[in-house]
């Protein structure tokens, strides 16, 4: 079995993957700012898309989107506002959403959740 670094990866790769198969243009990947980090950056329209990426090979402690609880939310917004600064950009809308990936032998489950917070 992969270890939790490698799911990781594959689960951001397929969703990557996923946004691109769904047009939308990817700006970044892994996207750091000291200790936080924004998982995919990406355009749709005149829409800037922050993305966090939850992989798990099972559900055992919940689904991989109810991770993405208020602390880890709080951290996205403070990355999101220094990623907006540090590239001058101001876009006519900004959206925060989920992607979470179940890995597991002879399951590939992929669920977007738009506009997730």
Do not use: C
Not at 9 to 32: D, P, S, V
């Amino acid at each position: 079995m992969a270890s939790h670094h490698d799911l990781g990866k594959k689960g951001e790769q397929m969703a990557a993957a996923y946004l691109q198969r769904k047009q939308y243009e990817l700006l970044h990947t892994n996207w750091t700012s000291g200790k936080k980090e924004i998982d995919i950056i990406a355009r749709q329209g005149n829409t800037i898309v922050f993305v966090e990426v939850k992989t798990r090979s099972t559900q055992f402690f919940g689904m991989p989107e109810e991770a993405v609880n208020a602390r880890k939310q709080e951290l996205l917004l403070r990355a999101a506002d220094q990623y907006l600064l540090r590239h001058a950009l101001r876009p006519e809308h900004i959206r925060f959403d989920i992607i979470s990936i179940t890995l597991a032998p002879g399951i590939e489950e992929v669920t977007h959740f738009e506009d997730a917070f």
